[in-house]
């Protein structure tokens, strides 16, 4: 049986808003006895509280198809249908709101020559006007919207005739239907698509879509900006993004452009999505980009005027593919995600109704006992900013108290360590984790703040100088790190420490005044209690990719237990007779194999406990080029010695600090790091310093790469 019926309410989303998801409240969720086919689905909000679902519905006979939009109000209950019979087969592409809970929609046939309708309806789904226009098969429709004074924009493509090309095309209709001014935007030669319009604060229209040179060449995003006559104010294209095309566009309070895309591969297929910021000459400002495929056509997502929206993923294979419901920021970034099997409605389509704090999520159900596949809806509310509000604002104030045993010193000092945008920050990342907002580690998300015509930063793409003499290109990424240092502790029986809190700093400084670690990337808790360690890993968990790299530094005591080969670090608030705030070797071991990094390197100036490395000789990679040390993930450590404890002053840190000072050379290996000071340290200590790669947590023979600033 055929995959291509449509109905209402997802009533299995029951279990997806209310099984461990308690930001979001699911208000309401029901089936209707309503196909619709899969080729098209809209939804569109009303100002009256009520929602319009358009599709493609079929006749009893399965053999014909007609439009079909079907009206329910704020609960869920069916108001009515109509089925909109057209002569040939129609497409629906977009429906709009007009005045008085009026609507706009725009359908197209596929025959070979196009036959373009334009209707409005009245909030009864009567009919107040139609009209065709088009007629080659290149001519198209994409969208359709209600100008300041009650008139009508089509945007679209138009055949410019003898060329066998396509201009962007639109078109205006007065109150009654008629045709009445049109405009063309592109170059001679050259196919331009406009899929969506939006009219600017000015009463302007912007305009973007598609731009291809020639018929095999890829097609690149386009924008135009239009005046009220619908003359040219300036067009655009991006020729950075290949296969890609403008889908939908907003303009935020400061009039900047979020312009959001569609990324293909070469096949057609979907493979991300893109978030451009342009200024208001079309100019790129920003640019951010997501992997995953999502649906961001028009009347397909939730969009608010802070940037952020909702999205689901496509459906590319609905029989088998996963489907995400998806909250980006405004750089793109996941505030909360849920994931779906394959068993779970496939969605596709989520909006925001006139009740900014409801939404309204559409998808269909695989095969029932007729073979049938049905599309049901549901309603639901998105709690989660006021979750995060309040978490943040309790554990902000729990974070000013001063602690049980903390001198006056001490106190101020921490309370100068961050300021309230900082610890928003991180108490923010820690509430989404504590909600279960973010399911797993976020895919690797790329993004970069460039202007169109700049080149790739040094951090993006570096020439370097390999020890086999060749040139090569390195992809950096972005360095993490976070420093732990323990010298005051809340248990009388375990001895306070005076320098790693003195050690770290020193580390701290060298890191970010000579090495690419940027400030706000490198996290440094003094005196930290087992459960900020631990919400601080957590945060790296969700927070890193795998185009990062990340080094972890702890000082302080650590402990060996011989008889059940343990090995401990000792936070601040650790009790020498009881090991519930103790912190087990593999419980790091765990979040290094579990950290999505491209390189982790491990930095202990504690006892650590051999049994974690694997250790191997000397130099082992340095046949290796820097590029293929770069290239290959890695997962490595180096500690001070194996003592079961460590002088207060360490040599260890001393000399390693040392050497990241002198060091000259662009490209540092963490290996070879290690081994120029290693003599140092056995020279001038008992201890015996080790070097080697983390058992069992992801290495494949690269290694972490310091990189000295110019």
């Known amino acids: 049986m055929q995959k291509k019926y449509l109905s209402l309410i997802l009533?299995?989303?029951?279990?997806?808003?209310?099984?461990?998801?308690?930001?979001?409240?699911?208000?309401?969720?029901?089936?209707l006895n309503i196909s619709l086919a899969e080729e098209t689905e809209i939804l569109l909000p009303l100002s009256d509280g009520s929602v319009i679902l358009g599709g493609l519905g079929t006749s009893e006979e399965g053999t014909e198809k007609n439009i079909r939009l079907i009206k329910i109000d704020s609960s869920g209950a069916v108001l009515w249908q109509k089925v909109l019979d057209r002569q040939g087969v129609y497409q629906l592409r977009s429906v709009s709101p007009a005045t008085d809970n009026a609507i706009l929609l725009v359908?197209?046939?596929?025959?070979?020559?196009?036959s373009i309708w334009i209707a409005k309806l009245d909030k009864s789904g009567g009919l107040i006007w139609d009209?065709?226009?088009?007629?080659?098969?290149?001519?198209?429709?994409?969208?359709?919207?209600?100008?300041?004074d009650g008139n009508v924009i089509v945007a679209g493509a138009r055949e410019v005739k003898g060329d066998r090309d396509t201009d962007g095309w639109l078109t205006g209709y007065d109150k009654r239907g008629r045709l009445y001014q049109q405009g063309m935007f592109g170059e001679r030669y050259t196919n331009q698509v406009a899929r969506t319009v939006i009219r600017t604060a000015d009463g302007n229209y912007l305009a973007g879509g598609s731009t291809q040179a020639s018929i095999n060449s890829p097609a690149i995003p386009y924008l135009f900006l239009a005046d009220i006559h619908l003359g040219k104010v300036w067009e655009r294209s991006y020729p950075d993004f290949k296969n890609s095309r403008v889908e939908s566009l907003s303009v935020d309070q400061h009039g900047m452009i979020r312009a959001l895309i569609s990324v293909h591969a070469t096949d057609g297929t979907q493979t991300g999505i893109a978030l451009l910021v342009i200024n208001r000459s079309g100019e790129l400002q920003e640019q951010y980009l997501h992997p995953s495929a999502f649906v961001c056509r028009e009347n397909s997502y939730a969009r608010f005027d802070d940037g952020q929206f909702i999205m689901v993923s496509t459906v590319p294979d609905p029989l088998s593919s996963e489907y995400e419901v998806v909250k980006f920021d405004k750089k793109l970034q996941i505030t909360w995600k849920k994931s779906m099997g394959q068993n779970d409605p496939h969605p596709i389509s989520v909006i925001q109704t006139e009740k900014k704090e409801t939404y309204v999520l559409a998808g269909w159900t695989g095969e029932n006992d007729n073979g049938v596949m049905k599309l049901e809806v549901t309603a639901f509310r998105d709690l989660s900013d006021e979750l995060v509000s309040k978490y943040v604002a309790e554990k902000v104030g729990e974070?000013?108290?001063?602690?049980?045993?903390?001198?006056?010193?001490?106190?101020?000092e921490r309370l100068a360590e961050k300021n309230d945008k900082q610890l928003a920050a991180d108490f923010t990342l820690d509430a989404r984790i504590h909600y279960e907002m973010l399911e797993s580690p976020p895919s690797?998300?790329?993004?970069?703040?460039?202007?169109?015509?700049?080149?790739?930063?040094?951090?993006?793409?570096?020439?370097?100088?390999?020890?086999?003499?060749?040139?090569?290109?390195?992809?950096?990424?972005?360095?993490?790190?976070?420093?732990?240092?323990?010298?005051?502790?809340?248990?009388?029986?375990?001895?306070d420490l005076d320098q790693p809190v003195k050690d770290a700093g020193k580390l701290h400084d060298v890191l970010v005044s000579d090495y690419l670690f940027d400030e706000a990337n490198v996290s440094f808790l003094k005196n930290p209690t087992r459960e900020e360690i631990i919400t601080a890993l957590d945060r790296l968990e969700y927070k890193l990719t795998d185009k990062d790299n990340l080094l972890i530094f702890y000082a302080g005591h650590g402990y060996w237990d011989e008889k059940s080969e343990k090995g401990y670090w000792l936070?601040?608030?650790?009790?020498?007779?009881?090991?519930?705030?103790?912190?087990?070797?593999?419980?790091?071991?765990?979040?290094?194999?579990?950290?999505?990094?491209?390189?982790?390197?491990?930095?202990?100036?504690?006892?650590?406990?051999?049994?974690?490395?694997?250790?191997?000789?000397?130099?082992?990679?340095?046949?290796?080029a820097i590029a293929r040390l770069n290239e290959l993930p890695s997962r490595k450590g180096m500690t001070s010695g194996t003592l079961t404890e460590v002088p207060d002053k360490s040599v260890f840190v001393e000399y390693l600090v040392k050497r990241l000072v002198e060091n000259q050379e662009k490209y540092l290996p963490s290996e070879q790091l290690f081994y120029s000071f290693k003599p140092a340290v056995l020279n001038n200590s008992e201890n015996i310093p080790q070097f080697g790669e983390i058992h069992s947590a992801g290495d494949e023979g690269g290694d972490f790469i310091f990189v000295r600033k110019k």
Not at 11 to 31: D, K, R, V
Not at 107 to 114: D, F, N, Q, V
Request: aromatic share 10%; charged share 20%.
């Open 131 to 148: 009209t065709e226009t088009g007629g080659s098969a290149l001519d198209q429709a994409f969208s359709i919207i209600e100008s300041s």
């Open 571 to 624: 936070p601040s608030d650790a009790k020498q007779f009881n090991t519930a705030n103790w912190i087990l070797n593999s419980t790091l071991q765990d979040y290094i194999r579990g950290i999505q990094s491209k390189h982790t390197l491990l930095i202990a100036d504690a006892c650590f406990g051999g049994s974690i490395f694997k250790t191997r000789t000397a130099f082992g990679n340095q046949a290796m």
């Open 444 to 495: 690797a998300i790329q993004q970069a703040q460039v202007a169109p015509t700049s080149e790739a930063s040094e951090t993006e793409q570096i020439t370097f100088r390999s020890v086999d003499r060749k040139d090569e290109i390195l992809n950096i990424g972005t360095y993490h790190a976070l420093l732990i240092a323990v010298n005051d502790y809340t248990d009388p029986n375990i001895t």
């Open 107 to 114: 359908a197209m046939t596929k025959s070979e020559k196009a």
């Open 399 to 412: 974070w000013k108290l001063r602690k049980e045993g903390e001198s006056e010193e001490k106190y101020k």
């Open 11 to 31: 009533c299995l989303f029951i279990a997806l808003f209310t099984q461990g998801q308690p930001f979001l409240q699911t208000l309401w969720s029901e089936s």
